[in-house]
């Protein structure tokens, strides 16, 4: 039988701004990354979104960020080992916070944008984050990207991982995610995205914007809830992955 996590990223608005259609993404998916203030989110926006996750009987997970809010922490910064592992640490705790407050567990951490994407590539900065993990609870899974530095962090750490995959971006050959700026690094044909899904999860393959197929593991798939018709997408997918008789669940269910 084929299990697969179905995550978003969401609590990304801000004081007066706000980004994202949390109430309706939470509706189909089994876990959150919350945004931990320093990319996105603040207490308020904090509080709110992990009352949501848990009234939906959602999984809820950390997401902390590069301290960028400006440039919504996806640009690349240069950080120390010891900074890199601290901060990670303060975001956690941050969420954690909320998480004892409304009497549920924090199932996983998983880097946002600037800081995911590095940790894919750098074993130094992947393995900070990982002890950081592991040094205040090493039940929580580190979720990365599939076959990534992070992943193997991870594991060489002894934390439970879980092999992330994107439902609409494009691979590069080495299986990491093609940059935002580059042409075609995003798939909007609903149906071709659907079918790249089942493909990940049931044949453990991907197409490259290459063209070749790459070995890909697919733990969690990624979806992005930030407009109307990117609701609608999440809706399909998990339609879609039931039909094919997958079994959507938390990570925590299956992870071990």
């Known amino acids: 039988m084929y299990k697969v996590d179905l995550n978003s990223d969401i609590g ?3 004081g007066d701004y706000k980004l994202g259609l949390d109430e309706e993404v939470v509706k ?13 989110g603040d207490p308020m926006v904090m509080a709110k979104t992990v009352k949501l996750a848990v009234n939906e009987n959602v999984s809820i997970g950390a997401h902390p960020g590069y301290q960028d809010l400006m440039g919504f922490g996806r640009r690349e910064m240069k950080i120390t080992k010891e900074e890199a592992k601290n901060y990670v640490k303060y975001q956690l705790g941050a969420l954690w916070a909320f998480a004892e407050s409304n009497g549920v567990n924090l199932q996983h951490v998983k880097p946002h944008g600037g800081l995911y994407n590095m940790a894919a590539k750098d074993a130094e900065l992947a393995m900070a984050i990982a002890e950081a993990v592991y040094e205040v609870d090493k039940d929580l899974i580190l979720v990365g990207l599939a076959n990534s530095e992070l992943t193997k962090a991870g594991k060489q750490v002894g934390l439970k991982v879980a092999n992330e995959v994107f439902a609409d971006r ?3 050959p080495d299986g990491t995610l093609v940059s935002r700026k580059k042409e075609g690094s995003m798939i909007h044909d609903t149906d071709l995205a659907i079918s ?25 798939i990624c979806v992005h809830g930030d407009n109307p018709k990117a609701v609608d997408f999440v809706n399909q997918i998990r339609k879609a992955l039931e039909n094919e008789g997958i079994t959507v669940m938390a990570m925590k269910d299956f992870i071990k």
């Open 196 to 220: 790249r899904v089942l493909r990940m999860v049931k044949e453990g393959k991907v197409e490259a914007i290459t063209g070749e197929d790459i070995d890909i593991q697919a733990d969690s």
């Open 28 to 40: 189909y998916i089994s876990s959150a990354n919350i945004a931990c203030g320093f990319h996105a």
């Open 12 to 14: 990304e608005s801000f």
């Open 170 to 172: 494009a691979y590069n």
